[in-house]
C-alpha cells in the first residue's frame, strides 16, 4: 500500500517543525514548497538524515515548483509572513492575501484531492481566500487555531491545578484573535467543569479570569519573547492533531475554523468551532447552546472577522 502524502507549503518556522512531526508520527512522505529555493529542500534533507535515527520511514523532498505537491493526501499551508512584535495578526493581510491566491492556484492544479489546512494568519480571513482560491469544497478546506488556543487554555489550567494536562479539556471558539472566546463552562478537568471547579476551592474567579486572559494573549506573550517571528513548535503539533484525524479517520472532536452555512446564526464564514475530522474532511459541525453572555461574546467575535473578510474582498477587488 502506498504512503500518504503530506505537502507543507511554507518552509520557514512551522514548516520544518511540521515536517519533523508528520517524520517521527510517520503519517507519510513528506514535501517541502518554498518560494525561497534551497530552504525546503535543505529542511527536507536535514530530517531525513534524522530519520535513520529516529527509526522512521519516509521520502522527504523538497521543492520551488508547485509541481512538486502532486497528488498530496493532505497539505498544509503556512506561506506568508509571521508577526513582529507590535504587530496584530490583521497587520499581515495584505501579503498574506496575495500569497494565499497563489497558494490556491498551485493547490487546485497539483492537489486538488487533499485536505487542506490553512495556518497562515489572519487566520479565519486566510482561510476564506485560500478555499475560494483553491476551488475545493468547504469541508475540504479548514483552518488551524482553536487546537491551539485550546491547548494554551488546557496548559494554563494544568498548570494552575496542577494536574496532568491530559486530563484538562478546553473548548474556544470564535475567530484566532483578540476576540477568541474560550467557554469555561465547556472546559473541564476529568469531566467537571471551571465554574465547578471554582465552587470546590480549586481556583478563584479571579484566577480564572486571568487565565483567559492570558490565553487570549498567548501568541503576543511568544511573539514579544521570540522578537524575530511567532510560536511554531505549538502550531505545528496542533495541525499534525488535525492531519492526523483525517489520515487515520480517527473523528476527533476538535476547535478549527470551518466553513458555517447557517450554524451558530452564520452563513458563508469561516470561524473557530468544533468539528468531526475524520476521512470525509469536516464531517458534522457541533452546535452548542450559548448563555447570553457567550452569544454575545461570539457575536463579537463574528463581527471582527467580518470586518478582516471585507478588508480582505477590497484588497483583492483593487489587484
Ligand atoms: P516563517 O518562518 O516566516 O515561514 C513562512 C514561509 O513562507 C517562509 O519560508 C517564506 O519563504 C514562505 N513563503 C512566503 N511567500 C510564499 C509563497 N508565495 N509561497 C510559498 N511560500 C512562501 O513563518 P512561520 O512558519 O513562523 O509562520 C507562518 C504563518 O503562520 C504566519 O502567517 C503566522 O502568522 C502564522 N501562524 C498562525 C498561527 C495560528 O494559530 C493560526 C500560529 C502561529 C503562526
Known sequence: ??????????????????????????????????????????????????????GFDAVLKGGSDYSAIAGADVVIVTAGVPRKPGMSRDDLIGTNTKVMQAVG????????????????????AMVGVLREACGLKPE???????????????????????????????????????SMVPLARYSTVAGIPLPDLVKMGWTTQEKLDQIIQRTRDGGAEIVGLLKTGS?????????????ESYLRDKRRVLPCAAYLTGQ?????????????????????????????????????????????????KKLIAAA
Open 140 to 178: 475540504k478546506v479548514v483552518g488551524m487555531a482553536g487546537v491551539l488556543d485550546s491547548a494554551r487554555f488546557r496548559y494554563f489550567l494544568a498548570e494552575e491545578f496542577k494536574v496532568s494536562v491530559e486530563d484538562v479539556t478546553a473548548f474556544v471558539l470564535g475567530g484566532h484573535g483578540d
Open 231 to 243: 510560536a511554531f513548535y505549538a502550531p505545528a503539533s496542533s495541525a499534525i492533531a488535525m492531519a
Open 1 to 54: 500500500m502506498a504512503r500518504n502524502k503530506i505537502a507543507l507549503i511554507g518552509a520557514g518556522q512551522i514548516g520544518g517543525t511540521l515536517a519533523l512531526l508528520a517524520g517521527l508520527k510517520e503519517l507519510g512522505d513528506i514535501t517541502l514548497f518554498d518560494v525561497v529555493d534551497g530552504v525546503p529542500q535543505g529542511k527536507a534533507l536535514d530530517i531525513a538524515e534524522a530519520s535513520p535515527v529516529e
Open 264 to 312: 451558530y446564526g452564520v452563513t458563508g464564514l469561516y470561524i473557530g468551532v468544533p468539528v468531526v475530522i475524520g476521512a470525509n474532511g469536516v464531517e458534522r459541525i457541533v452546535e452548542v447552546q450559548f448563555t447570553a453572555e457567550e452569544k454575545a461574546a461570539f457575536d463579537t467575535s463574528v463581527a471582527a472577522v467580518k470586518g478582516l473578510v471585507e478588508a480582505t
Open 105 to 124: 492556484a498551485g493547490i487546485k492544479q497539483y492537489a486538488p484531492d487533499a485536505f487542506v489546512i490553512c495556518i497562515t494568519n489572519p487566520l479565519d
